[in-house]
């Protein structure tokens, strides 16, 4: 991922909101995709993931969608709630790596209004 | 459940010293994973161990290095600390044999002044 500094993207919203957050990903060979949640002073919490072939995955209030035609992905959150704010990284794991590193995109940081 | 252990929470150094970090994989977990996050930054892969074997290494200094050991658990050594060495770092493990998600613990924040 490339470093944005200390500027991050920010995406307001108000409590019981729905939140898109979106996310461009490099490289066309990668195959596997995860959403990470991050808390001030806390290590990336997994959020939910999707392969290649999928274009859609849906979990507990959150939906990833991914449209590989123009590299995109993103997370959809139903009714935001105070506790949903934080920094929201995707990652992306290059196919054919032998070891699934992952390869973070810049995160946006979702702040929720009470 | 059991969770990534890292430890220490926070280190203090100055430049030119040494550091090592510790991380204590989730049991039964094969794979640790290093990753180093500046302030406002997003993680940045250092370096990967599978089965104790160095198994992918990203853009992790010559400074620095790392092991597996037979109980899984993984060190990070740091030598010569520069000023830019400041940050959080953060280790992640997985299995093979369960699924590829990886479980990151709460980091280690460095501070090398």
């Known amino acids: 991922g490339e470093s944005v500094g200390l500027h991050l993207p920010t995406l307001s919203v108000q409590e019981g909101d729905n939140s898109i957050i979106n996310c461009a990903y490099s490289n066309s060979a990668s195959d596997y995709f995860i959403w990470y949640k991050q808390e001030s002073g806390k290590g990336p919490q997994f959020i939910i993931d999707i392969r290649s072939n999928m274009d859609k995955r849906q979990g507990q209030r959150v939906t990833v969608l991914l449209n590989k035609t123009v590299k995109h992905l993103s997370l959809q959150i139903a009714a935001t709630q105070p506790g949903d704010s934080a920094v929201y990284f995707c990652?992306?794991?290059?196919?054919?790596?032998?070891?699934?590193?992952?390869?973070f995109g810049t995160g946006t940081l979702l702040a929720v209004q009470p | 459940a059991a969770g990534v252990i890292q430890s220490p929470r926070h280190l203090i150094k100055e430049k030119r010293e040494t550091a090592t970090l510790k991380c204590y994989p989730i049991?039964?977990?094969?794979?640790v994973y290093w990753y180093q996050q500046g302030p406002g930054q997003d993680p940045q892969f250092l370096i990967s161990?599978?089965?104790?074997?160095?198994?992918d290494k990203g853009s992790i200094p010559d400074r620095f290095s790392a092991q597996q050991f037979s109980d899984y658990h993984s060190e990070l050594n740091m030598s010569s600390l520069e000023l830019g060495d400041s940050a959080l770092y953060f280790c992640a493990s997985t299995s093979w044999k369960v699924k590829n998600i990886q479980y990151f613990g709460a980091g280690t924040r460095l501070s090398v002044l």
């Open positions: 161990f599978y089965e104790k074997m160095q198994s």
């Open positions: 049991p039964r977990h094969d794979t």
């Open positions: 990652a992306e794991t290059p196919n054919g790596g032998a070891t699934n590193k992952l390869i």
